[in-house]
């Protein structure tokens, strides 16, 4: 059997997210207004890149985690960005009382953070996939983090962002740590993924608890024209 993490946008999709799917064949992707991600079938053929069509516009921007095959002809590669897959079952979780819970009526605040401090792709419904916290100074959101992907048994913290005026706080590793709090009462194990090339980041989560599980590849592609 296959590990609920080898393929977390498809079993996310296929699991407690599947209210935001939409699926064709051998391919499902998030509502549009969800987030970019997109999936195929642990044993999609080349087939799959025209499921995946069939589910977007001409010239849609998907994100897919560790594509099979590479798209065919007629379909544009952004780019390649490498990652790492990190799970936390011995991540330190804490509560934090200065972290305020965040809902829809902060969202335009969180998409300005997100636009400032670039941690990863958002969407008006982002705030939907899970819970997310942030911590307000003088009443200004200055730094955030929450919940993504939720494959069997697991749940990414993801979205973690500070403002660089307010960096080297700690803020992120306290946010991380109450998210983590929250995915560990419900019975779940927390995960995230970061970029390959960020260094920092992922010593950063080495030292809280996280451990290297995998290499992961996030392939930028735009559907046909």
């Not at 609920?4 to 799917?21: I, K, M, T």
């Not at 969202?107 to 996939?129: H, N, Q, S």
């Not at 995915?183 to 451990?211: C, D, K, Q, T, W």
Request: glycine share 10%; proline share 7%; net charge negative.
């Amino acid at each position: 059997m296959t590990h609920p993490l080898d393929n977390p946008v498809w079993n996310s999709l296929n699991g407690a997210q599947s209210h935001f799917a939409l699926r064709h064949g051998a391919a499902a992707r998030f509502d549009p207004d969800v987030t970019v991600f997109a999936a195929m079938a642990d044993d999609a053929g080349p087939s799959a890149w025209d499921d995946l069509a069939k589910l977007a516009e001409p010239g849609t921007h998907l994100v897919v985690v560790d594509a099979p095959l590479d798209p065919p002809d007629g379909w544009e590669i952004v780019g390649r960005i490498a990652g790492v897959q990190l799970t936390g079952e011995d991540l330190k979780v804490e509560d934090d009382s200065s972290a305020v819970e965040l809902g829809p009526d902060d969202e335009p605040e969180m998409a300005a953070l997100v636009e400032r401090t670039k941690p990863g792709p958002w969407r008006p419904r982002t705030i939907e996939m899970g819970r997310y916290i942030g911590v307000r100074v003088d009443g200004e959101l200055v730094a955030m983090a929450g919940e993504r992907l939720r494959p069997r048994g697991w749940v990414e913290i993801s979205a973690v962002c500070t403002d660089e005026r307010f960096r080297g706080r700690g803020l992120g590793s306290r946010l991380i740590r109450a998210v983590g709090a929250g995915i560990v009462e419900r019975g779940e194990l927390p995960m995230l993924h970061a970029s390959a090339e960020n260094a920092n980041a992922i010593r950063l989560y080495e030292s809280m608890g996280f451990v290297f599980r995998r290499n992961r590849e996030f392939l930028r592609v735009r559907t046909p024209r």
